[in-house]
């Protein structure tokens, strides 16, 4: 009954062959493996069985080079430098408490952290180094490097620590380095990374890291027992990150900064015709270099209990009532709605009645008959208070909306704020009362609920000179390695066009200019000789003071209570190169306070233009911008 | 119906193989993660005890039917186990960045395990089937060839590389032993070459550099280049008689990488040296030896060809995973079956052995 009915004789005869040969098969393969185990074991066993008591196989990480950051004419700005660390393996200290007096004896230390660390590391980890002292001074360094052969378990690590070449020049913009967070860890922007690495934790860095960072590298290499490195058995080099330029101008930076000195404020300056940020000044500023030495709990507590918030970046989350910046807006509105007559005169005696309010003028007394024209060049408030009454709140907010005004301009740093433009949903949404017609008269002078930011400002005046083009505005201009292979290259990015009608641009455009230009015009302390400068001031009220009380000094006011004062500009009118947004705290007005600074800035800027002028090249460099040209100074 | 020689006609002599292996791994699973068990990551030899204990149970019931109506249910099941396959590529949850597993609840299962067996069972179903013998033609093989590539393409795109290799090498092994002519294989090797630029293409660029380290480990030094060396090491210092149980100082000192998974055999010699090493080698040969023994007295083409396949994975496992930890393969990431750590490895194996001996004590009986 043995019977094998499913196979018949020849298949079987095939099949019986054919498993006695992968019978061989096996055989001969597992032979393979056990000679290779007695050469492994028995032949060469004794030579690893030393190596897996006396020697060990380590692995040790190659920290790559973070990339440098330059300014768009290449300019450095932040580097690396090496920072000396001190420390010892714990598992080769003889006498521990011997070797902690001994340091103690050459430099200064904490010797009872020290000592704990070291403890606690014996146990879990006994072969990797623990850090008794970061950033040696050259001296320290020094007096340790000396005497090292008679400390055999300590060693000198040298690390490369993030260095801002001018200290806190564009400091909110570059950001800072900090240890990784868990949930860093876990991105995947981060994945080059290991627990312990300093990442951007704000700013540029934050927003490169992924290519600033580089990839880390390593070798794999053999120690004996005493810790000596006998020789490196494989090495990974580690790569560089890549270097990022940014679009701002380090002389413009610097001439902001300087501006913004001993004041609370924000200054940004923008290329009208591509985007291209060339300053982004923010005051009080902080020093990055402070955050790679590692910032200690007294230093970081002074940075976040400062009233100033040092750590805030005013240019794109300052958020502040426009002031009379507005009236352009509500301008442009007006005469797209037909409801401007550019030429009809209405009277201004200093004050505006209106549902048995009086709402002032800022100038006593008033302006007398004003067209369109000198209300904007003198900043009539009952001028506007009458053309923002017939708009409505609605479709103010709808123009200021359109014309980029009360959200995100989109610029690559985060943190950005959109301000706010009210309308009567917003109100009854977030208040639950219905709107109040005067509010309406408050917002179309830029006061009330309004709020924007520096940056959309810039922006918004850019537009208006450069056509309607609503841009993106941009930091970075390049990102690449040595070989010049860019990964990330500037290309300007319209957001949208304003569809407004030329003329209607054109008569607020020759108003700016008349600001600057005119005898009468509030901001005619930003006029430069030889180039037309456009602008309009803005004095935003932090409240609204009684009209009684008008009287009262600036400095008698106290500091909260001190109005923003508010310039944005464009130079040259006729073909801008440069746009300006500047807001100074709690200040004073703007056509005094902020007008002056953008003079300053701006003379200085074609300063240094005028080189290229005189050689004939100025105007083609200023052809070349006009094109959306990156540089204008190369 | 059922019959008595059945347990007349038990192996148990494949049984005490498997208990003696299981015995051997669960002490070797308690020793490789001796230090690890005080930091938390505990119990892992707890849980390859229950692995076993589930295993044996399935080992059982796999026994119970006629393997015949597997025969006839060999398309549906290999298809239900492709679905549950391609289900865990578009649901399953992400470890160590591929998606493997499928989870039900309370329990995850690998498919891609699942699918070992029941394309073995599918092959050796179409090639019992074919009225030619041998010497099988390109169109003979169109059929194979797409089983074996649907699961195959899914498996690499999880990626699970070294589940995709396995599945090719245990099918061709199944095609070599059933004799195909060479004009054929040729033919399929020239496509096969020919279409891989195609398929380089279409992969993801994560996918590319996986496949680079997996075909060039010694581009990454710090990673699979340090494990050899220290595996070197681990097993060479094992010398004659082992360093004894819980003695092994390269495991203590966690410098074996994947100590309960991949280089689980490592621990082993270091710690029982090459006598120990060797017998566990003896042990799997004698299994694989058993196994085409069972073939070789198997009553037909598809229980033969059934047992062969699977005597082939275990015997590709067991080769390639000895070889990669002493450093004569590349480290491919290929555990040593029923011996590493793993719960869906060895409930599957466990399952095919079950089949294995299902054909074993069938063997005397006629098809009714």
Sequence with gaps: ?634 | MFDRRLINNFDWILLAILILIGLLSIFNLYSATYTIRSMGQSQIYVRQICWFGIGFLILLLMTTFDYHILGRLAYPLFFITVIFLFASLKMGKVTHGSQRWLSFGYFSVQPSEMVKISLVVVLAKYFSELERMGNYRVRDLLRPLTLIAVPFVIIVHQPDLGTALMLLIVSFSIIIFVNVNWKSMLIFLFTALLSAPFFWIILEEYQKRRIIAFLRPDLDPLGAAYHVTQSKITIGSGLLWGKGFLKGTQTRLNFLPQQHTDFSFSVLAEEWGFVGSALLLLLYLFLILWCLNIAKNSKDKFGALIVVGIAASIFWHVAINVSMVTGLLPVVGIPLVLFSYGGSSVISTMAAMGLIMNISMRRFMFQE
């Design chain 1, 1 to 634: 009954m043995v019977g094998r009915s499913g196979f018949d004789s020849v298949e079987t005869e095939i099949y019986q062959k054919r498993l006695t040969r992968l019978t061989f098969f096996v055989l001969i393969l597992f032979g393979v493996l056990f000679v290779r185990l007695w050469s492994l074991q028995i032949i060469n066993g004794p030579k690893y069985r030393i190596q897996s008591e006396n020697n060990r196989i380590d692995l040790r990480d190659v920290l790559p080079y973070r990339g440098s950051i330059f300014d768009k004419n290449g300019q450095l700005l932040v580097d690396n430098r090496p920072s000396f660390i001190l420390g010892a393996i714990p598992g080769e200290v003889r006498n521990l408490d011997g070797l902690i007096k001994d340091l103690g004896r050459l430099i200064e230390i904490d010797s009872l952290t020290a000592k704990e660390k070291t403890k606690s590391a014996l146990r879990w980890n006994p072969f990797n180094p623990v850090y008794i002292k970061k950033d040696l001074t050259r001296d320290e360094l020094a007096r340790i490097e000396t005497n090292i052969f008679s400390m055999p378990s300590v060693i000198i690590e040298a690390k490369p620590r993030r260095h801002c070449i001018y200290n806190t020049l564009a400091a909110h913009l570059i950001g800072y380095l900090g240890e990784i967070d868990r949930e860093q860890l876990a991105g995947q922007e981060y994945k080059e990374n290991k627990l312990g690495d300093f990442v951007g934790k704000c700013g540029i860095e934050k927003k490169w890291h992924r290519h600033l960072n580089g990839s880390r590298g390593g070798q794999q290499y053999e120690v004996d027992a005493s810790g000596r490195i006998l020789r490196v058995l494989y090495q990974k080099a580690a790569e560089p990150g890549f270097n990022v330029f940014l679009t701002i101008d380090k002389d413009l930076q610097m001439l902001a900064e300087r501006s913004l000195n001993g004041k609370v404020g924000a200054i940004v300056a923008m290329n009208p015709s591509s985007g291209e940020i060339l300053a982004i000044a923010s005051a009080p500023a902080f020093n990055p270099n402070d955050f790679a030495k590692g910032m200690d709990k007294k230093g970081w507590e002074r940075l976040i209990s400062n009233p100033h918030f040092p750590l805030q970046n005013r240019v794109i989350s300052g958020q502040y009532p426009p002031g009379s910046l507005f009236k352009v807006v509500v301008a442009l509105a007006g005469l797209e709605e037909g409801i401007i007559d550019p030429d009809e005169e209405i009277f201004c005696g200093g004050s505006y009645s209106f549902q048995g309010r009086t709402y002032r003028d800022w100038k006593e007394g008033g302006h007398g008959y004003v067209d369109l024209h000198r209300a904007l060049v003198e900043s009539c408030d009952v001028y506007f208070y009458q053309v923002g009454q017939a708009l409505g709140i609605d479709t103010i907010a709808k123009y200021a909306k359109r014309l980029g005004l009360g959200c995100l301009t989109g610029l690559e740093l985060g943190d950005e704020k959109p301000g706010l433009i009210p309308d009567r949903a917003w109100k009854l949404r977030r208040w639950h009362v219905p709107w109040q017609e005067g509010e309406t008269l408050c917002v179309s002078v830029g006061q009330s609920f309004i709020l924007v930011t520096p940056i959309q400002i810039v922006r918004f005046i850019s537009a208006l000179f450069n056509g309607g083009d609503l841009l993106r505005p941009q930091v970075t201009k390049w990102i690449g390695g040595e070989d010049k292979n860019g990964v990330f290259q500037l290309k300007p990015d319209m957001v949208r066009r304003w569809s407004l009608r030329k003329e209607n641009m054109e008569l607020v455009k020759k108003a700016l200019i008349a600001v600057v230009n005119e005898p009468h015009g509030t901001g005619k302390s930003a006029r430069l000789d030889q180039i037309r400068v456009a602008g309009k001031t803005g004095t935003a009220q932090v409240i609204a003071l009684p009209a009684e009380e008008s009287s009262v000094e600036e400095r008698d006011v106290p500091y909260e209570f001190r109005d923003h004062a508010w310039f944005a500009a464009v130079a040259p009118a006729e073909n801008p190169l440069i746009a300006l947004a500047i807001l100074i705290e709690h200040s004073g007005q703007g056509g005094s306070i902020a007008a002056p600074i953008a003079r300053d800035i701006l003379e200085s800027y074609f300063d240094k233009l005028r080189p290229e002028q005189e050689k004939g090249r100025f105007w083609e460099a200023h052809e070349r911008s006009t094109k959306l040209e990156c540089s204008i100074v190369d």
